[in-house]
Each structure stands twice: as structure tokens, then as C-alpha cells.
């Protein structure tokens, strides 16, 4: 079949077909085929390629609002709490007004949550410039790569920037990059580091913060 020298992906495709359309002029010359022989192509491709944009365009907005809608949580679940803590302080504040606002029984002796010995399964995709898309996901649960232990309320990523070619270092000279609760987390790294390299590390941790053991390191380049 002569489709199966096209390339698959849709932005090699489309390179290939930029260049084929140029050196395609050359052909018609020497084979004495009339002007019009590659209109409909040209057409075609011309269609294809708007379309094309429109969806990468669009992929991009989608990533901003995926951020933002990311970011916006995770401010008002901070203030949530805040509020919560506030109202449990109060001693009028009983399980009837608790249950009015859907939050469970005050526990009068709660039990710590002790974190377990599992350690995440994590890697680092490259997915633009300046931009890091990490998966992390409990090997354990049957679903795939998604999932968290039990005693898990979020995953804790570490970062060290580091330049191209160096080690990583210990997990006590990395620094902290956000507890996310759900996988992935994207990460738009500032323009000074570009062709550095960014080691991670990730462990599991209890809704107090406390964590289970660290991964070993994994490192991605920053790309232009």
C-alpha cells in the first residue's frame, strides 16, 4: 500500500506533505503533466493543515485551563480548610451543624493515619518547551496507572535543577514542588534553565503530611 510510507503522526505528516508538495513541482516538469495536476492536493492539504491548527490551538488552550482550573482548586481547598479549622475550634460547633454542612462526625479520638511502605511508580514526559508532564500512579491497584494506597491522601514531588549531565542529588538538597492528588501533574518550568536537568523524586503522604519511602530519581531535560 503506498500509505504506509506516510509518516503517522500528524505534524511529520504534514512536513512531509510541504516538501512533497515543493518537490512535486519538479515532477510534473519532467513528466510534461499539466499545471493543474496537483490543485486537488493542494486544496485538500491546504484544509487538512488549517485543521490541524485549529486542533493544536486548541490543545494548548485546553492545557491553560486544565492549569487554571488545577490552580483554582487547589487555592480554595486551602481556604476550606482554613475555614473548617476555624469552626472546629469552636465548642458550639456540634455534629448537627457539622452534618448542615456535610462534613462528617467530629472524631473525638481520631487515629493517626500511619503511611505504609509503598513507593510510587512515577516517569517524566517531555510534552513541550519548558513544560514537564508527571505520571505517578500505586503499581498495586488493578486499574493501571492511576491509584493511590489507602492510607494516601496525595503524591509528594520533589525537584532538584541540576546542570546537563550531573547526578542527582540526595533527597535532602531537593526541593519541594507540590502534594498532588491526582495524576498527572504539569509543570511550566521558567525560561533560566532551559538545557539543565531536572531530577524528581516522589513518595506517598498521609493526609498530616507524613510520607512513605522516596523513589529513586528521575531526570527529563528542559527543552527550548
Request: hydrophobic content about 45%; overall charge negative.
Amino acid at each position: 500500500m503506498a500509505g504506509q510510507y506516510f509518516p503517522g503522526p500528524d505534524g511529520d505528516f504534514r512536513t512531509w506533505m510541504q516538501a512533497f508538495l515543493t518537490n512535486l513541482l519538479t515532477v510534473m516538469t519532467a513528466l510534461g503533466l499539466p499545471a493543474t495536476f496537483d490543485d486537488a492536493l493542494i486544496a485538500l492539504f491546504a484544509a487538512f493543515d488549517v485543521s490541524l491548527t485549529e486542533q493544536e490551538q486548541a490543545d494548548v488552550v485546553k492545557q491553560q485551563k486544565t492549569a487554571a482550573k488545577k490552580t483554582a482548586r487547589t487555592n480554595l481547598v486551602a481556604e476550606l480548610r482554613r475555614v473548617v479549622i476555624e469552626l472546629n475550634a469552636k465548642t458550639t460547633f456540634t455534629d448537627a451543624l457539622r452534618a448542615l454542612l456535610g462534613l462528617p462526625p467530629r472524631d473525638v479520638a481520631a487515629t493517626p493515619i500511619e503511611p505504609g511502605l509503598e513507593i510510587p511508580s512515577f516517569e517524566v514526559e517531555i510534552i513541550g518547551p519548558q513544560k514537564h508532564r508527571i505520571h505517578f500512579w500505586h503499581p498495586g491497584v488493578a486499574s493501571g496507572r492511576r491509584g493511590k494506597p489507602e492510607w494516601a491522601r496525595a503524591c509528594r514531588i520533589m525537584y532538584a535543577i541540576v546542570a546537563a549531565g550531573a547526578p542527582a542529588p540526595p533527597i535532602g538538597q531537593m526541593l519541594y514542588l507540590v502534594s498532588d492528588t491526582a495524576t498527572p501533574y504539569d509543570w511550566d518550568i521558567p525560561a533560566e534553565h532551559v538545557g539543565k536537568t531536572v531530577y524528581y523524586r516522589v513518595a506517598w503522604e498521609t493526609p498530616t503530611g507524613d510520607l512513605g519511602p522516596w523513589s529513586a530519581p528521575i531526570g527529563a531535560t528542559v527543552t527550548a
